[in-house]
């Protein structure tokens, strides 16, 4: 693991969307705050009091179906143990590192809020995985949106020193893991909130660059900006598209009331109502990080440990449904269809740059010879991709599921809308991928070139300088593999 002189402070309060990524790709070290770890002491010992004097659920009794079952006092010892062996059933493909890393970070921070009861030193061996760069084995299914307790039980093991690290950083000491742990370590969905803190922004760059390739094809097909005008959006003000609107007069250096051009009238949808669709996705990854805001930092563990609640100032146990995953079930489903609304403009614009009334080429950006397909196939390539956008925009919220012996019998899905997310980024990037392919060939066939000092014209020499400039009919797959690559650079133009 690379050193990094950057610290993120884990207090249990305030952890940010971005620094969970920093975490989950090693960019940041974490150390956990001094009254964070404070609250975790007291809470710890709290829950060891409860647990002790009366039934506390995972704790003093099984889980589930078995939450009437108690535990008797001479197996208390080994029942953190068998309950992390046999929930640690997660099955499918071992997941990436960093998906791993993410769940650890948000795991340490919601543990620093101070309501789960779990001994202080997994805080620390957690930190340290994370500062190490080791991590466990996590496998992809176990969650249906109600707790990640399958990943997080192959986490418990291995900080209890029964599974293996990967990775090449040394893994954390072995933690002595009792009845008073193991349910406090898994009663979360911090695999799910990482999942969605690093789907959220990988695209929300992704459309950040799709509004600059977007203006690359406005240039292309002599686009009007009339439709970014600042009145059209201050007299119908919805916040995304009002500040879509400003990004693209920023991206294009076109004034606030811009002329009505004396060509056509009304550009094609793809243009005329960009505003109008990214917008919303704004909107929507807007409420999905506040979602992840409050859930990162979230006291969600059932039972919940308040040390001191009660009039006489004596702690107490709260069983609930906090880990009830309805709001990021939601948020997540909402952000991937409008994403994919998104993706489907940028083939609508893709299909005008192949048509000669716009941009005065031949059809689909063929060359000089007879009847050549040029850029054709690229609509059929983005449609492709686009097809399944679509079918990972089906909402994951519409699931059901009725669990241990009818005791649970709602399940939010929002692990499932999670992994949708994350896999749409790269048919999404493929798709704006071909846009921009198309969008550079045109401008450099009709000897366009925008200026240098224009964000839009940094884009057209960033792309110009990777993407090959021969247009005979040849595969163009290479060209898109290097165009999708290339969005990463337009997020910060």
């Not at 050549?372 to 399944?388: H, P």
């Not at 704006?432 to 066939?445: I, K």
């Amino acid at each position: 693991m690379k050193s990094s002189h950057m610290v993120v402070v884990l207090d249990g309060q305030s952890l940010p969307v971005a620094d969970v990524v920093r975490l989950a790709d090693g960019a940041a070290r974490p150390v956990p705050g001094t009254d964070a770890m404070k609250r975790v002491e007291v809470s710890w010992h709290a829950a060891r009091e409860l647990a002790a004097s009366g039934r506390v659920y995972g704790r003093s009794t099984g889980v589930g179906a078995n939450r009437s079952e108690a535990v008797p006092t001479e197996a208390a010892a080994d029942h953190g143990l068998r309950l992390l062996r046999s929930h640690a059933g997660a099955i499918g493909a071992a997941l990436p590192a960093r998906e791993v890393r993410a769940m650890l970070a948000v795991r340490a921070n919601q543990l620093l809020a101070g309501g789960a009861g779990l001994r202080p030193t997994v805080v620390t061996a957690l930190c340290e995985a994370l500062e190490s760069g080791a991590y466990p084995v996590v496998n992809e299914y176990g969650s249906v949106g109600t707790g990640d307790i399958a990943a997080l039980s192959q986490v418990g093991l291995a900080l209890a020193g029964e599974q293996p690290w990967l990775g090449a950083g040394t893994p954390p000491e072995a933690q002595p893991l009792d009845n008073n742990d193991a349910l406090a370590m898994i009663s979360s969905n911090a695999l799910t909130l990482g999942q969605a803190a690093l789907a959220l922004d990988e695209l929300r760059r992704l459309i950040t660059a799709t509004q600059v390739v977007g203006a690359l094809s406005l240039l292309a097909v002599d686009g009007s900006y009339e439709a970014y005008a600042e009145p059209v959006h201050a007299a119908r003000p919805h916040p995304g598209s009002y500040a879509v609107a400003a990004v693209m007069r920023r991206l294009l250096g076109a004034p606030e009331r811009p002329t009505p051009p004396l060509g056509r009238i009304q550009d094609p949808y793809g243009f005329r109502c960009l505003p109008q669709i990214h917008g919303p996705a704004q909107d929507a990854a807007d409420l999905l990080e506040r979602t992840l805001a409050v859930e990162i930092n979230a006291a969600a563990e059932n039972p919940l440990i308040c040390a001191t609640t009660l009039p006489n100032n004596s702690p107490a146990a709260y069983h609930h449904g906090g880990f009830y995953m309805a709001q990021l079930s939601l948020a997540l489903d909402h952000f991937r269809l409008a994403v994919t609304q998104t993706a489907r403009l940028s083939t609508s614009r893709l299909s005008a740059l192949n048509e000669p009334g716009f941009t005065r080429l031949r059809p689909f950006l063929a060359d000089g010879e007879p009847a050549s397909s040029g850029v054709m196939i690229l609509e059929y390539a983005a449609g492709a991709a686009l097809g399944d956008l679509r079918a990972l925009s089906a909402p994951a919220s519409l699931g059901h599921a009725v669990l241990s012996r009818g005791v649970e019998e709602q399940a939010s899905f929002a692990s499932l809308a999670a992994r949708q997310a994350l896999r749409a980024s790269g048919a999404y990037r493929h798709v704006v991928g071909c846009e921009l392919v198309a969008a550079v060939r045109a401008l450099r066939q009709r000897g366009l070139r925008p200026g240098p000092e224009l964000p839009v014209g940094r884009a057209f020499a960033l792309a110009d300088a990777v993407l090959d400039s021969d247009h005979v009919d040849r595969p163009l797959t290479d060209d898109v593999t290097a165009a999708a690559a290339l969005l990463d650079q337009f997020t910060d133009l």
